[in-house]
């Protein structure tokens, strides 16, 4: 075996810089505060936390929050912007790191981007750091004029004078200002004054992915850096039994193997592809433990019993439910079910590590830079404070690289049994789809009472099954209560309200949990609760004889901004007439609503189903209230990409556990929406203002059942699992 060279850590990171200068056109590799000192020039000065102006007027926004095709960071530079008063043409980002954050107090604040939060909770703190800058910037002209500065005014990165006209750019006067004390009382604009905000302006990530120079965490090289392949046991909770890496060790590159935990294997090589041929030349026995024999079907008995047991957590509740149904001259009644799926980033887990006794760092694509750097603070045994992670920009989120961080402390595990040597981990695409936190697995069982007239007097319904919270926080269980499982099912919510005034109404959680851990996958619960609840309301409109959309209004007068985004969609799609044939097939329509992530939203989806089956989604109208729409440009691509996601999941999306581990290893079983497949989506941003709500997630939740009800209309057929592949449309 070949011997691991050990450069100095100081010269290789700074020769790291060096190198990767030539062909990552801007990327800049964050270096240890001691190496930077001594090889570089020093910093421009900043203004303060969130604003660095250089002297072109070059305008840098540091964003904490993480970019991964949703917009965030664009949109966050905006909102800066604005109360900046700069010239957005020359701005530009970056990243601060989360042992930058650490040691000043956590002036960035929260790190974690998920749950669509990246701008709905942010935007007060960062507006105000771009206020903040703008006042001090003003200050040090007027400071300069000897002038007070309430005679001065800022516009495109330019201050003015106004009773003389004397001009100065903000990279004349920058370092003056970041020496001035921060201003305590920051007043922001009224939303009326907005300028940049609410303007479809272009992203600023775009022109690097376009022209190849984007650096992802796979990308990433350094000088004398190994790369590793890792295999975990496939059976979650199963451990490493044997290792037999005679062969592999003989294998051409290859330095180590190493056991990570109890329960994996590495290998590291020169390449990763040697790293990942060789891991397959070793002989793992796995201890597959208690799970070994576990399946998705005796999971699925767990969940039918738990619809009807006797003990569940309440998470809604008006009247009395069981007596108004009781009581009801019609009674309906549905089991729905929605299975475990996997989040399938594009970018497979990875990150690069570099450990040393006294210091650990490590670059990877994150959702949550502070959770990252907690797990390679804890991986590398060493304090918070002697550890770095340094966020890339992510080949996709949706979830998993957020609340946890295997492949970092993975990472960390191998480079800590390597000292000194950089080591890259990039897991397999098979790794990535069997070691996932996956969408949690549920069924509902909801039961109505209809009076005469078909008017709904009293809905119970009955979720059994996984809780997301219990298997990753399972500290914030109260009483065997998960309050995320009811998303878009809650009463008074500002985050999630089901948006229907029932008298009698009981919604309650049988929690079961299986093996398979869970994970926040894009959307969260919501997607499932607006299947369980918006299909079955069309179950009871039609039980009812009354039209779709009449019979949600007529629940709907105390929550108005539901209804506006249910009848903007409505209109837009043409509700109420015959939609047009296409190549001789007529279209049906079907309805969906919801509120999550704090934003208010609704679909019409358009589709048809031949005589064999074959299902085709024409057309998807879509309505959003965010309350504030930072970017519609954004926001329509983003409702846009949610619909890939959500209509990915309703039609082919499934993970089945069989002896213990996912049956699903990649995209040839794991399909996802082809391009010919795709609707044209028509979205209607409709912001009304007064509140913070999310884009990335919301829309998700209304795809699948939209497009489940249109399919009712067309065939006449009730589908209440998903996803599709499995039901036959076929006309009998």
């Given at each position: 075996?070949?011997?691991?060279?050990?450069?100095?850590?100081?010269?290789?990171?700074?020769?790291?810089?060096?190198?990767?200068?030539?062909?990552?056109?801007?990327?800049?590799?964050?270096?240890?505060?001691?190496?930077?000192?001594?090889?570089?020039?020093?910093?421009?000065?900043?203004?303060?936390?969130?604003?660095?102006?250089?002297?072109?007027?070059?305008?840098?926004?540091?964003?904490?929050?993480?970019?991964?095709?949703?917009?965030?960071?664009?949109?966050?530079?905006?909102?800066?912007?604005?109360?900046?008063?700069?010239?957005?043409?020359?701005?530009?980002t970056?990243?601060?790191?989360?042992?930058?954050?650490?040691?000043?107090g956590?002036?960035?604040?929260?790190?974690s981007?998920?749950?669509?939060?990246?701008?709905?909770?942010?935007?007060?703190?960062?507006?105000?750091?771009?206020?903040?800058?703008?006042?001090?910037?003003?200050?040090?002209?007027?400071?300069?004029?000897?002038?007070?500065a309430?005679?001065?005014?800022?516009?495109?990165?330019?201050?003015?004078?106004?009773?003389?006209?004397?001009?100065?750019t903000?990279?004349?006067?920058?370092?003056?200002?970041?020496?001035?004390?921060?201003?305590?009382?920051?007043?922001?604009?009224d939303?009326?004054?907005?300028?940049?905000?609410?303007?479809?302006?272009?992203?600023?990530?775009?022109?690097?992915?376009?022209?190849?120079?984007?650096?992802?965490?796979?990308?990433?090289?350094?000088?004398?850096?190994?790369?590793?392949?890792?295999?975990?046991?496939?059976?979650?909770?199963?451990?490493?039994?044997?290792?037999?890496?005679?062969?592999?060790?003989?294998?051409?590159?290859?330095?180590?193997?190493?056991?990570?935990?109890?329960?994996?294997?590495?290998?590291?090589?020169?390449?990763?592809?040697?790293?990942?041929?060789?891991?397959?030349?070793?002989?793992?026995?796995?201890?597959?433990?208690?799970?070994?024999?576990?399946?998705?079907?005796?999971?699925?008995?767990?969940?039918?019993?738990?619809?009807?047991?006797?003990?569940?957590?309440?998470?809604?509740?008006?009247?009395?439910?069981?007596?108004?149904?009781?009581?009801?001259?019609?009674?309906?009644?549905?089991?729905?079910?929605?299975?475990?799926?996997?989040h399938?980033?594009?970018?497979?887990?990875?990150?690069?590590?570099?450990?040393?006794?006294?210091?650990?760092?490590?670059?990877?694509?994150?959702?949550?830079?502070?959770?990252?750097?907690?797990?390679?603070?804890?991986?590398?045994?060493?304090?918070?404070?002697?550890?770095?992670?340094?966020?890339?920009?992510?080949?996709?989120?949706?979830?998993?690289?957020?609340?946890?961080h295997?492949?970092?402390?993975q990472?960390?595990?191998?480079a800590?049994?390597?000292?000194?040597?950089?080591?890259?981990?990039?897991?397999?695409?098979?790794?990535?789809?069997?070691?996932?936190?996956?969408?949690?697995v549920?069924?509902?069982?909801?039961?109505?009472?209809?009076?005469?007239?078909?008017?709904?007097?009293?809905?119970?319904?009955?979720?059994?099954?996984?809780?997301?919270?219990?298997?990753?926080f399972?500290?914030?269980?109260?009483?065997?209560?998960?309050?995320?499982?009811?998303?878009?099912?809650?009463?008074?919510?500002?985050?999630?309200?089901?948006?229907?005034?029932?008298?009698?109404?009981?919604?309650?959680?049988?929690?079961?949990?299986?093996?398979?851990?869970?994970?926040?996958?894009?959307?969260v619960?919501?997607?499932?609760?607006?299947?369980?609840?918006?299909?079955?309301?069309?179950?009871?409109?039609?039980?009812?004889?009354?039209?779709?959309?009449?019979f949600?209004?007529?629940?709907?007068?105390?929550?108005p901004?539901?209804?506006?985004?249910?009848?903007?969609?409505?209109?837009?799609?043409?509700?109420?007439?015959?939609?047009?044939?296409?190549?001789?097939?007529?279209?049906?329509?079907?309805?969906?609503?919801?509120?999550?992530?704090?934003?208010?939203?609704?679909?019409?989806?358009?589709?048809?189903?031949?005589?064999?089956?074959?299902?085709?989604?024409?057309?998807?109208?879509a309505?959003?209230?965010?309350?504030?729409?930072?970017?519609?440009?954004?926001?329509?691509?983003?409702?846009?990409?949610?619909?890939?996601?959500?209509?990915?999941?309703?039609?082919?999306?499934?993970?089945?556990?069989?002896?213990?581990?996912?049956?699903?290893?990649?995209?040839?079983?794991?399909?996802?929406?082809?391009?010919?497949?795709?609707?044209?989506?028509?979205?209607?941003?409709?912001?009304?203002?007064?509140?913070?709500?999310?884009?990335?997630?919301?829309?998700?939740?209304?795809a699948?059942?939209?497009?489940?009800?249109?399919?009712?209309?067309?065939?006449?057929?009730?589908?209440?699992?998903?996803p599709?592949?499995?039901?036959?449309?076929?006309?009998?």
């Amino acid at each position: 075996m070949n011997a691991i060279s050990r450069p100095n850590r100081r010269s290789l990171l700074a020769n790291a810089a060096s190198a990767l200068g030539a062909f990552t056109l801007g990327f800049r590799i964050p270096l240890p505060r001691e190496a930077a000192a001594q090889t570089a020039a020093p910093a421009t000065p900043e203004v303060n936390a969130w604003v660095v102006v250089k002297p072109d007027d070059t305008v840098v926004i540091r964003i904490a929050r993480s970019e991964m095709g949703q917009g965030t960071l664009t949109g966050l530079a905006q909102l800066v912007a604005e109360e900046l008063e700069c010239d957005w043409a020359k701005v530009t980002t970056e990243y601060p790191t989360p042992g930058q954050n650490l040691a000043r107090g956590r002036v960035w604040g929260n790190m974690s981007t998920g749950g669509s939060r990246g701008i709905r909770e942010s935007n007060d703190y960062v507006r105000k750091g771009g206020a903040a800058a703008r006042m001090m910037l003003v200050q040090a002209a007027a400071n300069a004029w000897s002038v007070p500065a309430g005679e001065c005014r800022a516009a495109a990165s330019v201050i003015t004078h106004a009773p003389t006209g004397r001009t100065v750019t903000y990279g004349q006067v920058a370092e003056a200002a970041g020496r001035l004390p921060v201003p305590t009382e920051v007043p922001l604009k009224d939303p009326a004054n907005w300028k940049l905000v609410g303007q479809p302006v272009l992203r600023l990530d775009t022109a690097a992915k376009l022209n190849g120079s984007q650096v992802y965490g796979m990308d990433l090289k350094l000088p004398g850096m190994l790369n590793a392949a890792i295999q975990a046991c496939p059976v979650f909770g199963g451990k490493v039994r044997s290792v037999d890496s005679a062969a592999a060790e003989a294998m051409p590159g290859v330095k180590r193997v190493l056991r990570v935990g109890d329960y994996a294997v590495a290998v590291v090589a020169d390449t990763w592809w040697r790293a990942k041929t060789a891991l397959d030349a070793v002989t793992i026995t796995w201890d597959e433990g208690e799970h070994a024999q576990a399946s998705s079907a005796a999971f699925a008995e767990v969940m039918k019993a738990a619809l009807d047991a006797p003990e569940a957590a309440v998470g809604n509740r008006a009247g009395d439910a069981a007596a108004a149904i009781a009581a009801a001259p019609r009674k309906v009644e549905a089991v729905y079910a929605y299975p475990h799926q996997n989040h399938a980033c594009m970018e497979v887990m990875n990150a690069t590590a570099v450990w040393t006794p006294e210091r650990c760092e490590v670059w990877t694509p994150t959702q949550n830079g502070e959770a990252a750097h907690a797990a390679a603070a804890e991986a590398a045994g060493l304090p918070p404070a002697r550890c770095e992670v340094h966020k890339i920009h992510l080949g996709g989120g949706f979830g998993r690289r957020g609340a946890v961080h295997d492949w970092v402390r993975q990472v960390v595990d191998i480079a800590k049994q390597m000292p000194g040597t950089p080591v890259k981990l990039i897991w397999s695409r098979e790794e990535d789809m069997l070691q996932g936190r996956f969408h949690p697995v549920t069924m509902c069982k909801l039961t109505a009472g209809l009076d005469a007239q078909g008017n709904l007097t009293g809905l119970r319904m009955r979720i059994a099954g996984q809780s997301i919270v219990a298997g990753i926080f399972p500290q914030n269980i109260r009483d065997g209560r998960d309050p995320v499982v009811f998303q878009g099912l809650n009463s008074g919510s500002n985050e999630a309200d089901i948006g229907y005034g029932i008298p009698n109404l009981l919604i309650d959680h049988a929690m079961r949990n299986p093996h398979v851990p869970p994970g926040f996958w894009r959307g969260v619960n919501l997607n499932q609760n607006t299947i369980y609840l918006e299909c079955f309301m069309d179950e009871l409109a039609h039980a009812a004889g009354k039209d779709p959309l009449e019979f949600r209004r007529a629940l709907m007068a105390n929550h108005p901004k539901h209804l506006a985004v249910l009848n903007a969609a409505a209109a837009r799609a043409g509700w109420g007439t015959p939609a047009a044939d296409v190549a001789g097939q007529k279209v049906f329509r079907g309805l969906a609503q919801t509120h999550g992530f704090g934003s208010y939203v609704a679909a019409c989806a358009e589709v048809s189903v031949s005589d064999a089956g074959v299902l085709k989604i024409h057309r998807i109208v879509a309505a959003t209230d965010p309350g504030y729409a930072v970017n519609p440009q954004q926001i329509a691509a983003q409702v846009e990409g949610s619909f890939v996601y959500g209509l990915s999941a309703a039609l082919y999306g499934e993970c089945t556990v069989k002896n213990g581990r996912i049956e699903q290893t990649n995209f040839d079983n794991y399909q996802v929406l082809r391009m010919d497949e795709m609707p044209k989506v028509e979205t209607i941003v409709a912001p009304t203002g007064g509140f913070w709500g999310g884009v990335g997630e919301p829309t998700i939740a209304v795809a699948a059942p939209a497009v489940l009800n249109a399919i009712f209309a067309a065939t006449g057929k009730r589908v209440r699992e998903i996803p599709l592949k499995n039901t036959s449309l076929r006309r009998t």
